[in-house]
């Protein structure tokens, strides 16, 4: 039987690679999903890509309260009811030591990876069905230490802290709220940060982040859209406020 079978579920940063890469996982197993993101161009095309009459989208900046209602109510209206959020839009910033770091960088990131969490949440929760399930995207950078990207590191942090404080919120509603924590994943992201660490390099850059795994590899994106997955079905009925660590080893130290 289809683990999501009559689910509906929200996903920010629905035109990512992590993000359309879990809504065709959900599709397939039998849920409703709705797609969000700020580029609407770029929605389009993952929602045509995906072809199912059981895809919406609905644009949206996630630092904004009025977006943010404005695709919790879409949801509502296209499918009855939210069931699963997967909040997962974030972006990376740029690579520089804290002591050049741009304040309107810093600004930009804690807006989208923070505040765009915790708006997701106040908006979402008091849509969601009794039993439902939040998946906020975190990092291994949610749990240690890296130079050079100290508002990244800044928000995935902060990212630990919202789950579980709403996870203890939920609870009285049996709503399950946890965070998942990829390493490297193989995908734009990640492209973008080798190249700033080693300009001209990224090559080089990627290696040496791949020997830092245990199982010599970055995720994939299907990786982490099982982990995913995992948390929103009722295979994780019994876990909340917790950390899915999808990393191939790499913070096993």
Not at 43 to 58: I, R
Not at 127 to 149: C, W, Y
Not at 173 to 185: D, K, L, Q, Y
């Amino acid at each position: 039987m289809a683990k999501l079978a009559g689910k509906v579920v929200v996903i920010t940063g629905g035109s990512g690679a992590i993000g359309s890469t879990t809504a065709k996982l959900f599709l397939n197993e039998g849920a409703k999903v709705v797609l969000v993101d700020i580029n609407d161009e770029a929605l389009s095309k993952v929602a045509s890509e995906l072809n199912s009459p059981n895809v919406s989208y609905v644009t949206a900046d996630v630092t904004k309260a009025t977006d943010v209602q404005k695709y919790v109510k879409h949801a509502v209206d296209t499918f009855g009811k939210i069931d699963v959020f997967f909040n997962n839009a974030g972006i990376e910033g740029v690579v520089k030591p804290i002591t050049e770091y741009p304040e309107e960088v810093f600004d930009k990131l804690i807006a989208v990876n923070v505040k765009g969490v915790w708006l997701g949440i106040k908006y979402v929760l008091p849509e969601m069905n009794n039993g439902g399930s939040i998946i906020n995207t975190s990092s291994v950078a949610g749990l240690v230490g890296s130079p050079n990207v100290s508002a990244y590191v800044t928000s995935k942090h902060a990212v630990i802290g919202i789950t579980r404080t709403v996870a203890n919120e939920a609870a009285s509603r049996n709503i399950r709220v946890n965070s998942i924590h990829p390493s490297p994943v193989d995908n734009r992201m990640m492209r973008s940060l080798e190249e700033g660490y080693a300009p001209g390099e990224a090559e080089a850059a990627k290696k040496g982040f791949e020997a830092t795994i245990p199982l010599k590899r970055y995720a994939t994106n299907e990786d982490i859209a099982n982990g995913v997955l995992f948390l929103a079905s009722d295979d994780s009925k019994f876990i909340t406020g917790m950390k899915l660590v999808i990393d191939g080893g790499m913070t096993m130290a």
